[in-house]
């Protein structure tokens, strides 16, 4: 892997963002919050942050006096709908002939296993492995057993636990992009966004220890990159 220049834009709006990525497909479709309620507020809060290149590693902390739990609740809703819009972009392209598993590379690979259909690690081309992955995601926060809708519901005690798993998950969504589509994100002019996202969620699950280093390493260079020296560069093969 080698670096390759890229400028990254000055501002990018979440405005911008959205309108950008709507032009081309939702992968899955998008979860809102009821307005007037908390977690809607806290979304607005966490959408926000995406008005300007602000200090996007300062915008994920947790805010005084703000339940944990609700905040990183609407930031997964929130990023799972933003990675199914990058996905959307690039999943024609992802097919068994050019993606015949799910790979980062020739180094790492990912095998399925949902503990029902799946109950053993199961190898398989990268776009069915997303499609489940991102199905698996969608059923998981929209079950209010598991991701309550109102405040006097109280958050399940293997809550937290869930969240690393489906942020996990969803890091796996960037892996593949960025080594395998990284010459459609270009083709695009998606790679400004993605890049603006990427940074947004590695701060954010790093934040709250929510992915390990291990599952972290395959984009390793990018993030040197990109999120902590911020030089302005991007991964590519």
């Known amino acids: 892997m080698a670096p390759k220049s890229a400028g990254f834009p000055p501002a990018r709006s979440m405005a911008q963002f959205m309108d950008f990525f709507s032009r081309k497909k939702t992968f899955r479709p998008k979860k809102h919050f009821t307005p007037g309620t908390l977690k809607y507020s806290l979304h607005k809060r966490a959408l926000a942050s995406f008005d300007t290149e602000v200090d996007l590693k300062r915008t994920v902390r947790l805010p005084e006096g703000e339940s944990l739990e609700d905040w990183i609740a609407v930031y997964i809703v929130?990023?799972?709908?933003?990675?199914?819009?990058?996905?959307?972009?690039?999943?024609?392209?992802c097919t068994p002939s050019t993606c015949p598993t799910m790979s980062a590379g020739q180094k790492y690979e990912y095998f399925?296993?949902?503990?029902?259909?799946?109950?053993?690690?199961?190898?398989?081309?990268?776009?069915?492995?997303?499609?489940?992955?991102?199905?698996?995601?969608?059923?998981?926060?929209?079950?209010?057993?598991?991701f309550p809708v109102f405040v006097d519901v109280p958050f399940p005690s293997n809550f937290l636990a869930t969240c690393k798993k489906i942020a996990s998950r969803m890091y796996r969504v960037f892996v593949h992009i960025y080594i395998h589509h990284f010459d459609t994100l270009t083709d695009l002019s998606a790679v400004p966004h993605v890049n603006l996202c990427y940074k947004h969620y590695y701060y954010f699950v790093t934040e709250f220890n929510l992915v390990s280093k291990k599952e972290l390493e395959p984009l390793h260079d990018l993030t040197e990159r990109l999120c902590q020296t911020l030089p302005r560069y991007v991964y590519t093969e």
């Open 78 to 93: 929130d990023f799972f709908n933003r990675i199914n819009l990058i996905y959307g972009t690039v999943t024609d392209y």
């Open 112 to 146: 399925w296993s949902d503990g029902r259909e799946y109950k053993k690690p199961t190898r398989m081309p990268a776009r069915e492995y997303l499609t489940l992955l991102l199905d698996w995601v969608d059923t998981t926060i929209n079950d209010i057993k598991v």
